[in-house]
């Protein structure tokens, strides 16, 4: 299995600022995804960080609210700009075991991100 | 689309009680896979089982068991014996086995379970 960490582990912020989460698996993957709980919620996929490309986001996501870096096989960063309150939540990262993609899924530790 | 159904919102069992969560789902892909995940309290997910969806044995792990039932489109969960350390939120999911939404995950709305002691 693939041994994911991320950072910050949980942050508090303040509406209008932008907060980057980083996500570093332990080995070389191809595809590596990123996912949205909001309080209570199930997990939405907010995007899919491609290395050597740009992310492939989903219905009702946007590069400008959620940039994504990708700049190896084992590193991606998610930044939330311009925070409000509604985007409090926890943040994922995702990443396929490494038997093949869409086969085995592992997720990091996840992000708490509380937003006043 | 794909969908992913889990009608329990939250279940409540006293220790040692037999529970089953209820999946099901809908894709119109030929070839995917079925996943169950466990949130407990401290939030992380922590991967359970994954289906193929040609393969419609059923499994058992310890107490964990899973039924998949292809012509229901349904992928149950029953924990035998249930503990206290089962309590925690169950996701299930579904992903294609190809095309663009390959390892794409879309989630149930997830399933509360309470054990007592």
């Known amino acids: 299995s693939a041994v994911i960490s991320q950072k910050p582990s949980r942050d508090i912020c303040q509406r209008g600022t932008s907060l980057t989460i980083q996500c570093q698996v332990d080995s070389q993957v191809t595809m590596m995804f990123w996912y949205r709980q909001q309080p209570g919620q199930s997990l939405t996929l907010i995007a899919t960080?491609?290395?050597?490309?740009?992310?492939?986001?989903e219905s009702g996501f946007v590069i400008d609210k959620f940039p994504i870096s990708r700049p190896n096989l084992t590193f991606s960063t998610l930044t939330v700009s311009n925070m409000s309150p509604e985007d409090s939540s926890i943040y994922l990262c995702s990443v396929p075991g490494l038997a093949g993609v869409g086969e085995t899924q592992y997720f990091g530790p996840g992000t708490r991100l509380l937003v006043l | 689309a794909q969908k992913v159904t889990q009608a329990q919102t939250e279940i409540s069992v006293v220790e040692k009680e037999d529970v089953t969560l209820d999946c099901v789902y809908e894709t119109r892909d030929t070839t995917y896979y079925l996943f169950w995940y466990k949130q407990p309290p401290s939030g992380e997910l922590v991967f359970l089982i994954r289906?193929?969806?040609?393969?419609?044995q059923n499994e058992i792990s310890g107490r964990y068991s899973w039924n998949f039932q292809k012509s229901t489109s349904s992928f149950n969960f029953t924990i035998t014996a249930s503990q206290v350390v089962d309590s925690a939120v169950y996701f299930c999911?579904?992903?294609?086995?190809?095309?663009?939404?390959?390892?794409?995950?879309?989630f149930g709305q997830g399933t509360i379970l309470t054990v007592h002691p």
């Open positions: 289906r193929n969806s040609f393969d419609e």
């Open positions: 960080a491609n290395q050597g490309s740009e992310a492939t986001y």
């Open positions: 999911a579904l992903s294609a086995a190809g095309g663009t939404s390959y390892g794409k995950l879309t």
